[in-house]
């Protein structure tokens, strides 16, 4: 009988491998690895109370092996495939994002392990755009570009096959399993040549840089692995210490006591150069891949959400310029609009804006239980709560940092454009619903706390 390798496992050594080529194709990433390892020592040092909930919740061993990627893809194929390539590690597609509302004409999801013990073991997880060759205005360049994009196959015979074997078989042997991360790791490497000529390059960056960031290439490089901060803005002041270019704002809600969904930041995109061959050999500079850090906070329930998008919509708009134009402006608009969101944690639970473990207090042995409801066993400091990590993403952050390292260039046009039915469609399954899989999570915390307590 073979004897199948876990799939977290598989997925962890993935991860590692994509870190090692990521750290040798841009070098500046090793050094925002160092720089957040630093960070999160000495927050951890100084804030007992946060070192305490992170052991709790089991995220304090997997906060220096948090990454997230991100790809871009060009056609429905491809993501259909991808989406099998990731099913080998326990990923699955969670959300949809549409960001064509931003003026980004793509939309996505996010690749990831889908309950709390997977996530422990491997957090690892990637964000997935598809190009929507529809939103290209240009006929005759549409054409072009799908033609480029059907010709190319972004994907080894080696994964391919052994794709098809773990499907077949239920899972992959120890040296299969190494064989396909081996062959995984090749769809995401960096292209130094382009199979198209210089021109049709520019034309294509004249549409959108994303669009040329897809066609252009004969792969979706990964464009940026990132790292879990504890402390977003000591790496944002860091980042410019030590001779890193950052991006001008922090995506994401403002600074609080108890954070909340995800902020996110990242060093400037790199300008790299490019031998483009489609007509001769024309040289040339891409400007991709940069090193994003996020921080992450409690995942917000719909009603939660619906306020933080509420209120992230009226800070912005309280504004008469862009955020990047004046960070110091926006961040106070920032802060001043959510003075309207609680900021303790037992106001998020109470208000239902938020989720939550329920734990087992160590001396729930010495309380009277005899009255199981969750209310009693909370005042009676029988059960705790605790906070159950965000692991997906935000749409305006992800369009803002796609736009602060592609160029500023959006397209009013894309807005309204959205198309779950037709991703998933070519996706070929649903994707999950993230409310529905963090409230499975707060669920089966409680049942295992009445369980014990017989």
Not at 392 to 418: C, H, M, R, W
Request: proline share 4%; net charge negative; charged share 25%.
């Amino acid at each position: 009988m073979i004897q199948f390798v876990p799939k977290t496992v598989i997925r962890h050594n993935f991860s590692q491998a994509m870190s090692k080529m990521y750290q040798t194709e841009v070098p500046l990433y090793k050094e925002l690895i160092d720089l957040v390892a630093d960070i999160n020592s000495d927050t951890l040092e100084k804030d007992d109370e946060l070192k305490r909930q992170l052991t709790n919740t089991g995220e304090l061993e997997r906060i220096n092996l948090e990454r997230h990627g991100a790809i871009r893809l060009g056609l429905p194929s491809e993501l259909t495939t991808m989406r099998r390539l990731f099913a080998v590690m326990d990923m699955h597609p969670v959300g949809y994002y549409d960001l064509s509302s931003a003026g980004v004409p793509v939309h996505s999801t996010a690749f990831r392990a889908i309950n709390s013990a997977e996530l422990q073991a491997s957090p690892f997880r990637v964000f997935c755009s598809l190009l929507r060759l529809e939103l290209i205005k240009d006929d005759k360049l549409r054409q072009i570009a799908l033609e480029i994009l059907q010709n190319r196959q972004i994907f080894s015979d080696g994964v391919l096959f052994l794709i098809e074997k773990s499907e077949k078989e239920g899972g992959l042997s120890s040296d299969d399993a190494d064989l396909f991360v081996t062959e995984a790791i090749k769809t995401f490497k960096w292209h130094k040549t382009s199979p198209i000529s210089k021109a049709f390059y520019d034309k294509l960056l004249s549409q959108h840089r994303l669009i040329a960031d897809v066609v252009g290439f004969y792969g979706p490089h990964i464009n940026h692995l990132t790292p879990r901060t504890l402390d977003i803005d000591a790496v944002q002041d860091e980042m410019g210490s030590r001779g890193i270019a950052a991006k001008e704002i922090i995506e994401g809600p403002p600074r609080r006591k108890c954070p909340i969904l995800l902020r996110q930041t990242s060093f400037k995109a790199l300008n790299e150069a490019i031998i483009f061959t489609g007509d001769g050999r024309e040289e040339g500079y891409h400007t991709a891949r940069f090193g994003e850090i996020e921080q992450r906070g409690i995942a917000l329930t719909p009603k939660g959400r619906s306020l933080y998008d509420k209120l992230l919509n009226k800070a912005r708009a309280s504004l008469k310029f862009a955020p990047e134009k004046d960070p110091n402006a926006y961040y106070q608009a920032l802060t001043e609009t959510f003075t309207a969101f609680p900021d303790e944690y037992q106001a998020l639970y109470n208000d239902g804006l938020a989720y939550f473990y329920y734990q087992l207090n160590d001396h729930f042995s010495d309380k009277d239980t005899s009255d199981k409801s969750v209310q009693s066993l909370l005042d009676n400091d029988i059960l705790r709560l605790e906070p159950i990590v965000y692991e997906d993403f935000l749409p305006v952050s992800a369009a803002g940092i796609f736009q602060s390292n592609l160029g500023e260039d959006t397209n009013p046009g894309y807005e309204g454009k959205s198309n779950q039915d037709s991703f998933e469609q070519d996706l070929g399954i649903k994707v999950y619903d993230e409310c529905d899989l963090y409230q499975a999570m707060m669920d089966k915390s409680l049942e295992e706390c009445l369980a014990k307590l017989g």
